[in-house]
């Protein structure tokens, strides 16, 4: 017999021990049996607990009942959850199976749906290798289109020998340009001094294919060294050169 049982509430509040011998009514405090001696310090959890709360042995054990119902309800709850994830697992493995019965029978149709994906994938390569045909033929005439723009192939530049003497370049740009309109910039200097401001000035190209720019004033010293820049109408450049000439007058050819 649980030694709880033994805990009795009387007499408006007073708790007594039966002993579990002899079955002889002990005060609380007692630790042996008065009739026959049996020890009665078996622990006193029910005791304190009624003590503490209020709540007798019979209310325990109430309790102790309530919490084995909940027990089942819960293995009746896990059971049934168990027995519903069986026959999910079952119906997934039929539709698979199904499905793989389905994608077999229907082999040979795919075969032919896998010629026509690849004429359709040959198809989109013939029309990929057409884009970067046609993209290499837009850089070849946008290259070509470069290429006739007016560029600096050669010239020469003159000076006269008196201080009072402006200093001449004459570039060549090609025939074909006859008549066009462009921009040139020359930008003297001797010794790394700059000898001018190498101001933008507009030119039409000659009908031989030559532009002429003369500079806008004397130089105080001959230029030993010249940058050109060459602009269309709009201002893009597009070609520049520089020439390194000697300190000297008269005729200094390059190309």
């Not at 006739?148 to 003497?165: E, H, L, M, V």
């Not at 050109?228 to 597009?238: A, E, F, M, P, W």
Request: aromatic fraction near 8%.
């Amino acid at each position: 017999m649980p030694i709880w049982i033994n805990y009795y509430y009387k007499y408006g509040g007073e708790i007594v021990v039966f002993c579990p011998n002899c079955g002889a009514e002990n005060n609380d405090t007692a630790k042996f049996c008065k009739n026959c001696g049996n020890s009665l310090s078996g622990g006193n959890p029910i005791k304190d607990n009624y003590v503490t709360t209020g709540n007798a042995p019979s209310a325990q054990s109430n309790n102790s009942n309530f919490n084995n119902g909940s027990n089942n309800s819960n293995s009746k709850s896990d059971n049934k959850n168990l027995i519903i994830i069986s026959l999910t697992i079952i119906i997934c493995a039929l539709l698979i199976a199904g499905a793989l019965i389905m994608f077999s029978s229907n082999g040979n149709d795919n075969d032919d749906s896998e010629l026509s994906d690849s004429a359709s994938l040959n198809g989109g390569l013939d029309t990929v290798n057409e884009s970067v045909d046609n993209a290499a033929d837009d850089s070849a005439a946008s290259t070509v289109a470069q290429d006739s723009s007016p560029r600096i192939i050669s010239g020469s530049f003159s000076t006269g020998s008196s201080a009072s003497d402006k200093t001449y370049c004459t570039i060549y740009v090609g025939s074909e340009h006859a008549g066009e309109k462009v921009k040139i910039s020359i930008l003297y200097s001797n010794d790394g001094s700059t000898l001018n401001q190498g101001k933008v000035v507009s030119k039409t190209v000659s009908s031989d294919g030559y532009v002429k720019v003369a500079s806008a004033n004397a130089l105080d010293y001959y230029p030993d060294e010249a940058y050109i820049t060459l602009y269309d109408n709009n201002g893009n450049v597009l070609d520049t050169q520089t020439v390194y000439l000697n300190e000297n007058s008269g005729k200094q050819t390059f190309s």
